[in-house]
């Protein structure tokens, strides 16, 4: 594959990636399983003179670089993820978006795994820094947001602390913290005329770095057992996201 490409696998992401840009699908590669499931793409594509093909288990399997390729392959131009803008938090605020945050979320599939709980539960921007110990949109992340990737709007930071002391004047910004906080139960219901939230989940070992702990407004737990610290930061995002379900737009 060329650099400005990516291999998008399974039918939900690669149907959602053909529903927002048909155009991106340069090549598309399916098994037998699937043939009869990808007739409107195959049209389109031959229209434009474009490689679709049924190939055998193996072949799909070196196309993918995965044996979780879910019968379809497709490669399609990868879009960049752009900065953020000067003027967009103000949008954001004004428009009373909710906004999630990583803080250096390392594991591809967890990354993949949120950006598919926050379409499921309508979040439009996920904001992440470009640092070495923060995953990026890949393979792994593209096959697991199962076609979330389509739905939410990413967007990346220099760095995320300072991006969040910025934003704090427009945002009540929570991060997501395993003790010394506030239990989610008994975090305060926002305002009607409040500020929109943003919602910050860490590190899956290391959790908030301390300057972005700083940033935030308030720290919230999820409460459990005792019986182990955490919940995985995937499963802690869908948790979070569904109790703050009233403020998401």
């Not at 390392?106 to 795994?113: I, R």
């Not at 996920?126 to 923060?134: I, M, R």
Request: hydrophobic share 45%.
């Amino acid at each position: 594959m060329n650099r400005d490409e990516i291999a998008v696998c399974g039918l939900a992401a690669v149907q959602a990636v053909f529903a927002r840009d048909p155009h991106s699908i340069r090549r598309l590669f399916f098994d037998e399983r699937m043939a009869r499931r990808v007739g409107g793409m195959s049209s389109v594509l031959a229209k434009a003179r474009k490689v679709y093909r049924l190939v055998e288990p193996a072949e799909l399997e070196r196309i993918a670089d995965t044996v979780h390729h879910g019968g379809i392959v497709a490669i399609v131009t990868q879009r960049p993820v752009p900065e953020v803008g000067p003027e967009e938090p103000r949008q954001w605020a004004e428009q009373r978006q909710f906004i999630l945050a990583l803080d250096r979320v390392g594991n591809p599939h967890n990354f993949g795994a949120i950006v598919r709980t926050a379409a499921f539960f309508g979040v439009k921007h996920l904001v992440f820094a470009t640092t070495p110990d923060q995953a990026q949109v890949s393979e792994a992340a593209y096959r697991v947001a199962e076609g979330g990737m389509e739905s939410v709007a990413l967007h990346r930071v220099p760095d995320l602390a300072s991006s969040l002391v910025a934003w704090r004047d427009r945002f009540e910004i929570l991060g997501a913290a395993v003790d010394g906080a506030v239990p989610l139960h008994k975090l305060r219901k926002p305002l009607a005329q409040g500020k929109p939230r943003l919602l910050v989940l860490g590190n899956e070992e290391f959790g908030l770095t301390p300057e972005v702990a700083a940033a935030c407004h308030t720290r919230v737990v999820i409460p459990g057992s005792g019986k182990v610290e955490s919940l995985n930061v995937s499963a802690a995002a869908a948790v979070l996201l569904w109790t703050l379900h009233g403020s998401v737009g």
